[in-house]
């Protein structure tokens, strides 16, 4: 999860994972994360959901978290035009220091609100442009948040599925994790949705 600070990114994962809505929720300090398991095609999947810090101080440290993320959420609020302005240097940021293969969403949050100034077809006209996935969501109202988690799982698993298929007709052994280590190349991360 990366975005301006205020957007309500660390709202999204609790009330995903927690299934509640924490009034005046603090600014996260650095970075948080929080773990759910989810049910995808009759698998137990188990995702690690790391809430970054928006407050620019924060910034070299959250970058890092960037290189070994398989999707990356960018949020911004729906009822505030400067942290969607600040989409691009966020979109600079993770080119620089994600994989060019993370599965990329951008999500416009606060939906419930009275005061929206980016209307959704900005949010899905700059989403196109750049390449990513978009989603309109309320962490007050839970609107389309279990959508999102989900939605990023299910693209995730089949990816993984897939990349282990072409290793099958590759005639590549797959090892076990539970036997032997298995090391993750940065190839292994999700396509960008178009």
């Not at 205020?6 to 299934?19: D, H, I, P």
């Not at 007050?140 to 698993?157: G, P």
């Not at 990816?159 to 539970?178: H, V």
């Amino acid at each position: 999860m990366a975005g301006n600070a205020g957007v309500g990114k660390t709202c999204l994962v609790r009330r995903f994972t927690q299934g509640l809505f924490p009034p005046g929720q603090g600014a996260t300090i650095g970075v948080d994360f929080m773990i759910k398991s989810v049910d995808i095609d009759g698998e137990k999947i188990k995702l690690q959901i790391w809430d970054t810090a928006g407050q620019e101080r924060f910034r070299s440290i959250t970058q890092s978290y960037y290189r070994s993320a398989h999707a990356l959420i960018l949020v911004f609020d729906v009822s505030s035009q400067p942290s969607f302005d600040c989409l691009p240097t966020w979109l600079k940021e993770i080119e620089q220091y994600a994989s060019p293969k993370v599965l990329r969403v951008l999500v416009g949050n606060k939906i419930d609100r009275d005061d929206i100034e980016v209307p959704t077809a900005v949010g899905e006209e700059f989403a196109q442009r750049n390449s990513m996935y978009y989603l309109e969501t309320s962490a007050k109202e839970s609107d389309n948040v279990e959508r999102l988690f989900m939605e990023i799982a299910t693209e995730l698993t089949q990816d993984a599925k897939s990349n282990e298929l072409s290793k099958y007709s590759r005639g590549e052994r797959i090892m076990p994790a539970s036997s032997e280590a298995v090391s993750r190349s940065p190839s292994s991360c999700c396509p960008r949705l178009s």
